[in-house]
């Protein structure tokens, strides 16, 4: 007899009978799936594109003293955000005991003060404000790091942080300001405008279909987070509200007052407000896929304690990651587009740049979502390993498989753009080489990256499969994780080698905007319609 078992909820929500309905031929789950599926995107693109947009408008805004006060803000935030992802690599991947709290003071500090000094042209010299911000930002990090002994391991990583919040400070700070950064700046911000419109009526949508298809779960949730739903959730986004259209419709009040450092220091709070509203949304999402244990405990469990379960803040990361490098691929569908409806060349030059910006933007975001990724999933392992095992081999494993081919899509196309991008830039020949060997580790990687041990839904063969669907036993091994994060390190090492390339290609080369090869484009709204598909896969 046929296992139908996988159909029925486990745990917790064993004890609910869902009613079951249709409308239109399509079930109540398919109908939320969609409804969520059209908020999340739109929610993705308006949480990413806001922290892109802030680094190209303070990239296009002239130095007045105003906006070098902005920008002192503006580079603590980003080493925040910088920090935070380079600790939470080294503290997962490698051990770095702390590292996320290194990354971050180390970073943010160094930032901070070279900032400081370079609003006074202080400093001005990038080596020594890389030298600068790592010996301050590690001192910081290591009076704020609370441990009993100091490894050497957290030091360098530390004295990276800050090197890295130096180097970003110090290249911002007195960057020349070109006027395209502020157009593509505003021009995203109305797009942003009009999406968070639809991600109100989505969000309205899912929550009315999820009211009527499943009353009891909704019940349940707002009582195990009475704070979250009824407080902090609406206040948080009427805030967020206020300022988003502040920011949008004080653009050019505030430019012809010449007063664009305030403009600039709405956008961070906008970034601020938006991340927060992320990560509160995402406790319920991290306690429904991992409760707090004991389950036993839960209904005398205070609310925080459930928000905060061993994924949240591993959710958290992944979204963060995830969000920026979506928000850097729309742009790359938009400068696209834009560029095969444009008739004049200046036109057509101008949205040439601007898929060139999306799509280094979006590479330079993606590189760190593969370790993402793995500490998210390494912690659902350590929570619990049947769930892991469920996931990655049993009744979602060709669920991994998809999102296995669409990630390895997503790195082998940026590549493909980089390299025919690179073609209309002068002296570029001499990295070409090099990236076809690349290519061709891109191309093995992927394929061990998304190949599974079983071609079939299950770890052991049902009525109606087919059991010979399994790798033969010499080829087994490249079905491991031993193997799977072999690939990822390569896939992610030629892209960054790649991107590295691409950086110098342009910095030492004249570009030639407007006249890139025709298929560079089409490839970049290929990318950004798969990190779609990949958004709503995931979903």
Request: hydrophobic share 50%; with cysteine; proline share 4%.
């Amino acid at each position: 007899e046929e296992d139908l078992s996988y159909l029925t909820d486990i745990g917790p929500a064993a004890d609910h009978e869902f009613e079951e309905f249709s409308f239109l031929g399509f079930s109540n789950r398919k109908i939320t799936w969609f409804a969520a599926q059209m908020h999340i995107l739109f929610a993705s693109f308006i949480l990413g594109c806001p922290m892109f947009v802030v680094i190209m408008e303070v990239m296009g805004a002239r130095r007045t003293q105003g906006v070098r006060k902005a920008i002192i803000l503006s580079n603590v935030f980003l080493g925040v955000l910088i920090g935070v992802v380079i600790g939470i690599t080294g503290e997962i991947i490698i051990g770095i005991h702390h590292g996320v709290l290194y990354g971050l003071w180390a970073c943010a500090f160094g930032a901070l003060i070279v900032s400081f000094l370079n609003y006074f042209h202080r400093l001005m010299n990038i080596r020594a404000s890389a030298f600068v911000g790592a010996i301050f930002g590690t001192l910081i990090s290591m009076a704020l790091t609370p441990v009993e002994h100091y490894e050497v391991s957290a030091i360098i990583l530390a004295l990276v942080n800050g090197a890295v919040g130096g180097l970003l400070s110090n290249g911002i700070m007195f960057a020349k300001p070109d006027f395209k950064f502020e157009r593509l700046a505003h021009e995203i911000t109305k797009v942003i405008g009009i999406c968070y419109s639809f991600t109100a009526l989505t969000g309205g949508l899912f929550l009315f279909i999820m009211l009527v298809a499943y009353k009891d779960f909704i019940t349940y949730l707002i009582a195990s987070f009475p704070f979250l739903f009824m407080v902090a959730y609406p206040t948080l986004f009427i805030l967020e509200t206020v300022i988003m259209y502040i920011y949008v419709y004080s653009w050019d009040p505030l430019n012809k007052a010449n007063k664009k450092g305030r403009h600039i220091v709405t956008g961070i709070i906008l970034n601020v407000f938006g991340l927060t509203l992320l990560m509160a949304l995402d406790g319920p999402a991290s306690f429904m896929q991992a409760p707090t244990k004991p389950l036993a405990d839960l209904l005398t469990m205070g609310e925080w304690d459930k928000i905060t379960t061993s994924i949240w803040m591993p959710l958290n990361y992944h979204r963060l990651v995830g969000n920026g490098t979506f928000g850097g691929y729309m742009v790359c569908i938009i400068g696209a587009y834009m560029y095969l409806w444009s008739d004049k060349k200046e036109e057509r030059e101008y949205y040439d740049w601007v898929g060139y910006i999306g799509n280094l933007i979006g590479v330079a975001i993606m590189i760190p979502l593969p370790a993402m990724g793995y500490i998210f999933v390494a912690e659902i392992y350590q929570y619990d390993a049947t769930i892991g095992m469920y996931i990655m081999s049993d009744r979602e494993s060709m669920f991994m498989l998809v999102q296995g081919l669409l990630v390895g899509t997503m790195f082998s196309v940026s590549n493909i753009y980089m390299w025919v991008s690179m073609k209309r830039i002068e002296n570029a020949e001499r990295f070409f080489p090099a990236m076809k060997f690349g290519f061709i580790l891109i191309v093995i990687s992927a394929t061990i990256w998304f190949t599974p041990r079983r071609f079939f839904a299950t770890m052991l063969p049902e009525p109606g499969m087919n059991p010979d669907m399994v790798l033969p036993d010499n080829l087994a091994f490249l079905a491991l994780m031993v193997s799977k994060n072999t690939a990822a390190f390569c896939l992610v090492t030629v892209t960054f080698i790649n991107y590295i390339f691409y950086t110098i290609a342009t910095k030492t080369g004249k570009v030639h905007y407007g006249k890139i090869n025709p298929l560079g484009p089409y490839v970049l709204i290929f990318l950004g319609f798969s990190d779609i598909w990949l958004m709503s896969w995931m979903g």
